[in-house]
């Protein structure tokens, strides 16, 4: 709630609030003239001092009310004044005294009286720059004041709940500043818990470090702590783990405050705790960027993305228009998912030409009307069916959009001059046991094979399973706990490599800036988890028990779906690039009268839908693949 409406922050006093600024601006100068004089004559300033310091008093507030001005103090918002304007005011401070300096010694003595005392200068900046700074801050200590006893009062007292913060650096400091000042939060700090030692009985902006993590039972209990909140940006998996275990053994609820790319990309306020999910728990270091390499990339560059509107397509999208290039081109065949992204572009990126275009990518006419008209410098290929059971019943379609699709796409890449065609493969087109990881296995050869026909930089990039993509376990997992269960898993021993959506779009982007055509990336998926410890970890973040009130399931392997993800071949290998978590697989290419000839007859039997002819065909190509699930 806000504490003082838009009018009372206009008008305050009776004065609007810029001219009210101006007035206390110029009494403070005037005052810490005066008190500079009086200091310098210990308060018995002869009368002949009186005459040159009515003289002087217009001249310094010309001075320092021009150096204000010069230096866009009275931009600064009053209520948000913190150590960056502060530094600001002593910048103005030494400023200030030059001009005042120069008057001393540069002026002839036949007009002494413009001519200020030295020891009046030093403390007169002093005074009046420091003065100036200690408005602002009492006008903010006042304000935060008022806002918080206002928003208590509209609460009530009794609803505050003690709580406790685990995490004293800077995401902690941060969160405590945004939440005694708001005052609306609801919570009351008991006090912050950290495991560094130096840490331990200090005070943070009157919030005292009370403990450990393993305190947190003891602290508890003490104080009646309602619930726990991690105030760590980026905290690694493993502390995060230990963290909650703690909490439920205790037990008492655990929350967090926003991570880190939330909070820099303006979405959420640092005080605006959630509850664990768990993406927290799988979540890895954040991505370091090459930005120089991303720019020569895509700024000023007409970018295309294909599947747009998905999961990896979207956040693609909103990664690129970071970085400015001339013209977004947006390509989805699903209306309202291009609808949703275009607008959330448009409203976050204004400036950029954002370009929605409806198109199938196995409409051959579509696509070559589209490259015709736009001509795109970068291609990022995201659009393919990738659900394995469903491909395992539609074979067909696997073919025509996943591989007969991206065959087509990327020889209109080559024929309209693209600079680099980066196709989004998988790690299930390693020693693939399925449809789909058959049909992006030999997408991944028709772009090794294209990249030596054409100019262009055709690559591959490869990785495994994405939090909270379309169809994948989790949202599954999330809505069968809502339903109360049961949580169905194929195979107590199945175990899946995971990273995040924007982790794997910025991933993808990286791979794409470098490296020579033909290359296929593997991204470095971190450790797999095993699927019964993630379906066990959601129930719990749930504030349920698994195999009490929910219960686990297992259901048995399902057409073409693996125990074990890989991703690379053993025979591959991996070559490491500049970047830590890109590798380049080892992988040889295919004999190109075979791979055409199988792509001919992948064709005719995908058109007829011949479901033996198009598992043969993938297989003459992929000698590897074990194709022996149920059409």
């Given at each position: 709630m806000q504490a003082i409406s838009e009018a009372e922050s206009q008008h305050q006093f009776g004065l609007p609030a810029r001219t009210l600024q101006y007035v206390l601006d110029g009494l403070t100068i005037i005052s810490a003239f005066v008190l500079a004089y009086c200091l310098r004559?210990?308060?018995?300033?002869?009368?002949?001092?009186?005459?040159?310091?009515?003289?002087?008093?217009?001249?310094?507030?010309?001075?320092?009310?021009?150096?204000?001005?010069?230096?866009?103090?009275?931009?600064?918002?009053?209520?948000?004044?913190?150590?960056?304007?502060?530094?600001?005011?002593?910048?103005?401070?030494?400023?200030?005294?030059?001009?005042?300096?120069?008057?001393?010694?540069?002026?002839?003595?036949?007009?002494?009286?413009?001519?200020?005392?030295?020891?009046?200068?030093?403390?007169?900046?002093?005074?009046?720059?420091?003065?100036?700074?200690?408005?602002?801050?009492?006008?903010?200590?006042?304000?935060?004041?008022?806002e918080k006893q206002r928003n208590e009062e509209a609460l009530g007292a009794t609803t505050l709940k003690p709580v406790l913060l685990v995490?004293?650096?800077?995401?902690?400091?941060?969160?405590?500043?945004?939440?005694?000042?708001?005052?609306?939060?609801?919570?009351?700090?008991?006090?912050?818990?950290?495991?560094?030692?130096?840490?331990?009985?200090?005070?943070?902006?009157?919030?005292?470090?009370?403990?450990?993590?393993?305190?947190?039972?003891?602290?508890?209990?003490?104080?009646?702590?309602?619930?726990?909140?991690?105030?760590?940006?980026?905290?690694?998996?493993?502390?995060?783990?230990?963290?909650?275990?703690?909490?439920?053994?205790?037990?008492?609820?655990v929350r967090i405050i926003p991570g880190l790319f939330e909070l820099l990309e303006g979405r959420v306020e640092v005080s605006r705790a959630r509850d664990v999910e768990i993406e927290d728990l799988l979540g890895r270091d954040p991505v370091q960027l090459d930005t120089d390499q991303l720019q020569s990339f895509l700024t000023d560059n007409t970018v295309m993305v294909t599947g747009g509107g998905g999961s990896i397509g979207s956040e693609l999208c909103r990664q690129i228009a970071r970085f400015q290039p001339s013209r977004l081109l947006l390509v989805e065949r699903t209306e309202f998912a291009l609808f949703t992204i275009d607008r959330e572009l448009r409203a976050s990126f204004p400036e950029l030409e954002i370009v929605p275009l409806i198109a199938d990518v196995g409409d051959h006419d579509r696509m070559e009307g589209i490259f015709r008209s736009f001509r795109p410098s970068v291609v990022l290929h995201a659009a393919a069916h990738k659900h394995v059971p469903l491909m395992e019943a539609n074979p067909a379609e696997a073919a025509k959009n996943n591989t007969l699709a991206t065959l087509d796409l990327a020889k209109l890449a080559g024929r309209y001059d693209v600079s680099v065609f980066v196709m989004i493969s998988t790690d299930k087109a390693v020693n693939p046991t399925s449809v789909?990881?058959?049909?992006?296995?030999?997408?991944?050869?028709?772009?090794?094979?294209?990249?030596?026909?054409?100019?262009?930089?055709?690559?591959?990039?490869?990785?495994?399973?994405?939090?909270?993509?379309?169809?994948?376990?989790?949202?599954?997992?999330?809505?069968?706990?809502?339903?109360?269960?049961?949580?169905?898993?194929?195979?107590?021993?199945?175990?899946?490599?995971?990273?995040?959506?924007?982790?794997?779009?910025?991933?993808?982007?990286?791979?794409?800036?470098?490296?020579?055509?033909?290359?296929?990336?593997?991204?470095?998926?971190?450790?797999?988890?095993?699927?019964?410890?993630?379906?066990?970890?959601m129930i719990t973040l749930s504030g349920l028990k698994p195999g009490e009130d929910i219960e686990v399931v297992f259901t048995g392997l399902r057409p073409g779906e693996k125990l074990f993800e890989e991703l690379g071949a053993d025979t591959e290998g991996l070559a490491k690039t500049k970047h830590p978590k890109i590798f380049i697989g080892r992988i040889e290419r295919a004999p190109a009268q075979l791979l055409h000839d199988t792509l001919r007859d992948l064709r005719r039997a995908a058109a007829t839908e011949d479901v033996e002819a198009i598992r043969a065909a993938f297989s003459r190509v992929v000698p590897e693949a074990k194709l022996g699930g149920q059409p």
């Open positions: 004559f210990d308060f018995a300033v002869p009368e002949y001092m009186w005459e040159r310091f009515l003289v002087q008093l217009p001249i310094v507030v010309l001075i320092q009310v021009a150096i204000l001005r010069a230096m866009g103090v009275h931009s600064f918002i009053w209520r948000y004044i913190g150590l960056a304007e502060a530094a600001t005011f002593a910048r103005g401070a030494i400023i200030a005294a030059v001009p005042m300096l120069l008057l001393r010694y540069a002026t002839p003595s036949s007009i002494a009286q413009v001519r200020i005392p030295l020891s009046v200068t030093l403390m007169d900046v002093t005074l009046a720059f420091g003065g100036l700074l200690g408005v602002r801050v009492v006008r903010r200590m006042v304000y935060e004041r008022y995490g004293a650096g800077r995401a902690g400091v941060m969160a405590v500043k945004e939440l005694l000042g708001r005052g609306n939060a609801g919570v009351k700090i008991v006090g912050f818990v950290d495991d560094d030692a130096e840490k331990q009985g200090s005070t943070i902006h009157g919030v005292r470090v009370v403990g450990r993590t393993a305190d947190l039972p003891h602290l508890v209990r003490e104080h009646g702590v309602d619930h726990v909140i991690i105030t760590i940006a980026c905290a690694k998996r493993d502390d995060l783990r230990r963290i909650v275990s703690v909490c439920e053994k205790i037990p008492v609820r789909m990881g058959a049909s992006k296995r030999v997408a991944e050869l028709v772009i090794q094979d294209l990249d030596a026909q054409f100019d262009t930089r055709f690559v591959a990039v490869r990785f495994g399973n994405v939090l909270g993509s379309t169809g994948s376990v989790i949202p599954i997992f999330r809505d069968q706990i809502q339903r109360g269960g049961p949580v169905t898993i194929t195979h107590p021993d199945m175990v899946r490599y995971f990273m995040t959506i924007p982790e794997a779009a910025q991933l993808v982007l990286q791979a794409g800036a470098m490296g020579e055509g033909g290359t296929i990336f593997v991204l470095d998926m971190g450790e797999p988890v095993r699927i019964t410890d993630l379906a066990h970890d």
